[in-house]
């Protein structure tokens, strides 16, 4: 799945581009402070998603998510704007979604895990497999089998129950390559197989560290990542 960002406002384009690379495996194409501009590349190029601001020069967002609307192959639209005024507007021509600015974490994180869930749908897709280097041979191995991940300099290194692999790319762009709904970062260095999880154990400054089944080894949770982590275990 691939997308642009059309934003007249620097900061939010940043920002906006930070959480689809940290927290998502979508591609960002192109990105645009000009509507007209946006429009030309639409009309010439294959795009799958547009984060489009609404109150912009020249051309709004609504007014070019009219005209988008009316494509033969229309991507999917995701409103972002400060002005909730524009939501029935933007929802009587079909949007995937209205964000308000400024962005919240957890709701941009449930977009984008909406927009990549649907994409799965509509392809039929879902990703089951991974393939891993070990001595010098590439390794299939199932995406269910992975315990969790770590960070070492600029690799990454995957434990299964029996065996570590390195892969020569960083933890954030491994990241990219799992399903969300089964995988989470729990600190900087550490991503976690959900369904591997045997006890959270309460640990220093309200954070926690994780224990694995099967004693293949503990994960920590970091600050930063404690809310979303509660979030997603009920806790």
Known sequence: MNCIIVDD???A???LKYFIREF???EILEEFDSPL???KYIEKQNVDVIFLD?????????????IISRFEEKPKIVFITAYREHAIDAFEIDAFDYILKPYSKERIIGLLKKLQKSSAKASGESIEKITLWKDEKIIVLDIG???YCEA????????SKDESYIENTSISDFYKRLPKDRFFRTHRSYIVNLDKIKEIIPWFNNTYNIRLKDDVGEVPVSRSNIKDFRKIMGI
Do not use: Q
């Open 37 to 39: 501009e946006a429009l």
């Open 13 to 15: 384009r940043e920002e």
């Open 54 to 66: 609404i109150s912009m020069p020249g051309l709004d967002g609504i007014s070019l998510g009219r």
């Open 9 to 11: 406002e620097y900061p």
């Open 145 to 147: 089998d992975i315990y």
């Open 24 to 26: 998502s495996d979508i």
């Open 152 to 159: 070492s300099e600029r690799n990454t290194i995957v434990h």
